[in-house]
């Protein structure tokens, strides 16, 4: 398909655990964001990716939470040492430019038991 | 502290009938702000936008109004139709790629 794709949609994990999160943006597009929904909240603001450039990983809410892109194609994020406050469905986008309109993709539904 | 705040949680309007969503602001730096609605297991998809420089914009059955004096915006949507029940987000954004958005209001049109 065309748009911003994630992989697993769903993820069940135990408390401590390592989880990785995927993300594939829409071709072309230099710009990729996560962001994280916990239950009855708006969408967070985690991370952001442009071309070459240093991340801005201002949003991550601690060490545990890590993310990478390689050029400007899959992004991963990585949770370390899972929480149970981690649950939350996570999002990422994609743009073509920085100021275009942000594309997302389906998410992926993490649940940490 | 909730920079962008959609006080309703839910909506019901019948078809056919107009549909009004609030959001409210608090920091007077953002400049541009947009509309996406969310179906559940999507991600969001963009809908309608509006810069500070303008207090309406248009699009088919979707106005955005901006009073940037109260801060607030709204969204209306008329006719509503059946297909328009999802939930919808609000944000904004102050000159730079950083959106940040409200908790959204689960909007549903009552055939």
């Known amino acids: 398909g065309a748009g911003v794709s994630q992989s697993p949609s769903n993820k069940v994990t135990e408390k401590g655990k390592d989880v990785e999160l995927r993300c594939d943006p829409i071709s072309g597009h230099t710009a990729l964001y996560w962001y994280r929904q916990r239950l009855g909240q708006g969408l967070e603001f985690l991370i952001y990716f442009q071309g070459n450039s240093a991340p801005d990983k201002s949003g991550l809410p601690s060490d545990r939470f890590s993310a990478e892109r390689t050029g400007e194609s899959v992004s991963t994020l990585t949770i370390q040492r899972t929480q149970q406050e981690d649950s939350a469905v996570y999002l990422c986008?994609?743009?073509?430019?920085?100021?275009?309109?942000?594309?997302f993709g389906p998410g992926t539904r993490l649940t940490v038991l | 502290d909730q920079q962008v705040k959609q006080n309703s949680p839910s909506l019901s309007v019948q078809e056919g009938r107009i549909s009004i969503l609030n959001c409210d602001y608090t920091?007077?730096?953002?400049?541009?702000f947009l509309w996406y609605k969310k179906y559940p297991a999507e991600g969001p998809t963009f809908l309608i936008s509006i810069s500070s420089i303008k207090d309406k914009n248009e699009d088919g059955r979707f106005t955005v109004f901006l009073n940037k004096s109260a801060k607030h915006l709204s969204l209306h949507i008329v006719p509503s139709q059946p297909g328009d029940s999802a939930v919808y987000f609000c944000a904004a954004g102050a000159g730079s790629y950083q959106l940040t958005f409200g908790k959204g209001t689960k909007l549903s049109v009552i055939p």
């Open positions: 920091n007077s730096m953002f400049d541009y």
């Open positions: 986008a994609s743009t073509l430019q920085i100021t275009d309109t942000q594309y």
